[in-house]
């Protein structure tokens, strides 16, 4: 089993920043493709960034493309996700979660972290 703990979120204005991490118990990382999701209030969740470990492809949403950067520390078994130019409608809880390479569906997830941009 997959443990993913996120941490990161918090209140941000308009414009600012964040970093949310994403650290995953695993054996072998490389064997994963992590996603990042969020979720705001009376809507559907949305995938809004993914990496594969083993190499390094990523995926963005229209939506932050160019605003979000995502990233991984192999070492540390850690996914980032580094959020510039933030927008209230950025609002969400952000859940990270883990798939094995080459397959398309996401086992694991983590507990959610809030973040909330105020305007």
């Known amino acids: 089993e997959v443990q993913l703990v996120e941490s990161g979120g918090g209140l941000v204005q308009a414009g600012g920043s964040l970093r949310l991490s994403c650290a995953a118990s695993v054996f072998t990382f490389d064997d994963y493709a992590i996603g990042w999701f969020r979720q705001a209030p009376g809507k559907e969740r949305e995938g809004v960034s993914c990496?594969?470990?083993?190499?390094?492809?990523?995926y963005y949403a229209d939506s932050v493309n160019g605003r979000f950067t995502i990233s991984s520390d192999n070492a540390k078994k850690t996914v980032y996700l580094q959020m510039n130019s933030l927008k209230p409608e950025d609002t969400a809880v952000y859940y990270c979660?883990?798939?094995?390479?080459?397959?398309?569906?996401?086992?694991?997830w983590g507990q959610g972290t809030q973040v909330t941009v105020s305007s």
């Open positions: 979660a883990s798939r094995d390479f080459g397959t398309s569906t996401y086992k694991y």
């Open positions: 990496v594969s470990i083993s190499d390094n492809s990523t």
